[in-house]
């Protein structure tokens, strides 16, 4: 079934998933569009960002955001093209950057929806190198990781939008950068097209090894975005002084319980105290929002430039995002996730 001028198809939580999300975890329903009031505007989407945090939202455990409700649209960043509007600054046919959620149309009184114009060179890219994504890497390693030239930066998830663009920075910066991804292909990728110094497969049986080869010097930052063995082998290479922003942990969002093992707190504890290590966590928008129009002017002009190469994923068709998602926790993605909700233009 695809986007109509007729239906509002949506994908809503039915269940808080155990684990991993299944094909039950939501459920598809239809209703009518709804009809912009006074101070509104009705939007049609036709991009949805597919993101990590979202496994989170799913889920009911204490975190920095509310839970979505069982019942209630699954939440979203979208690129969407005004329909009708009954507010100043917005006409029909502009594109914007807005909040939809998981469905085909929504109402907005204006807040918190950015006007991209009414055609925008690459809309989708909103919801990537200069949206979220985008600002993320940007901010959480230039205000929390501090490079220097000539330091070593280390950042998993390597092809994916936040390492990728990580690890670009970096270069531009004049660091060593040492990217950390899954499989040959992707691996490759990092070095070959976006200049990484080396890149290591964390699915290899001598990762922590090789890591550790190719970073002679140390690791002065790390960009922790994933978690668990990655992190078990980045520890000991971090040098006196490292900083580490902390901006997801993506292998652990399934986790139902903590790994089996020894406790390690305290050894970690320990060498953050021992090698007067900063690790910092943060919520890009709370922490770093007002330095936003800084990052889309730098960013803009790295891009435009071609300095920072941008991979993008599109899948089409809202009915796909489910499994989209899934596969996207499983790191099957190459690049920025992003369902295509409208048609093709």
Not at 39 to 48: F, W
Not at 129 to 138: E, N, Q, R, S
Not at 145 to 157: D, H, L, Q, R
Not at 208 to 228: H, R, T
């Amino acid at each position: 079934m695809t986007q109509t001028d007729k239906t509002n198809r949506q994908l809503v939580l039915a269940a808080r998933p155990k684990g991993e999300p299944t094909k039950d975890t939501l459920r598809l329903v239809t209703g009518d569009i709804p009809c912009a009031g006074k101070g509104e505007m009705l939007l049609r989407t036709e991009y949805l960002s597919l993101d990590p945090y979202m496994r989170g939202r799913m889920s009911d455990a204490p975190s920095y955001a509310a839970p979505v409700e069982i019942g209630d649209v699954m939440i979203g960043g979208t690129v969407a093209q005004v329909v009708t509007s009954n507010l100043d600054g917005f006409a029909p046919g502009d594109w914007v950057l807005s909040f939809n959620g998981w469905q085909d149309y929504a109402l907005s009184n204006g807040e918190g929806v950015a006007n991209l114009g009414r055609a925008p060179a690459h809309p989708s890219w909103a919801l990537g190198i200069l949206g979220m994504p985008g600002f993320t890497a940007w901010a959480g390693l230039k205000q929390i990781g501090a490079p220097k030239a000539g330091e070593t930066i280390a950042v998993a998830a390597a092809t994916g939008p936040v390492g990728a663009t990580v690890g670009q920075i970096g270069k531009i910066l004049g660091c060593r950068v040492v990217g950390i991804a899954g499989g040959p292909k992707k691996c490759a990728y990092a070095v070959d097209e976006l200049g990484f110094d080396a890149c290591i497969d964390h699915k290899a049986p001598d990762f922590a090894d090789q890591l550790a080869k190719a970073s002679p010097d140390g690791i002065d930052v790390y960009f922790e975005n994933v978690g668990g063995k990655v992190l078990d082998a980045v520890l000991p290479l971090l040098n006196v002084n490292a900083r580490v922003p902390v901006c997801g942990l993506v292998s652990q969002y399934n986790a139902t319980k903590l790994p089996d093992g020894p406790d390690r707190m305290n050894w970690l504890l320990g060498q953050i105290l021992r090698k007067k290590i900063l690790m910092q966590g943060f919520i890009i928008f709370d922490n770093f929002g007002h330095l936003y129009p800084q990052f889309a002017k730098e960013m803009g002009g790295w891009v435009e430039s071609g300095k920072i190469k941008y991979r993008e994923e599109i899948i089409d068709g809202l009915e796909n995002a489910p499994e989209a998602f899934i596969g996207l926790l499983r790191g099957e993605n190459f690049g920025k996730r992003v369902i295509r909700v409208g048609q093709k233009k």
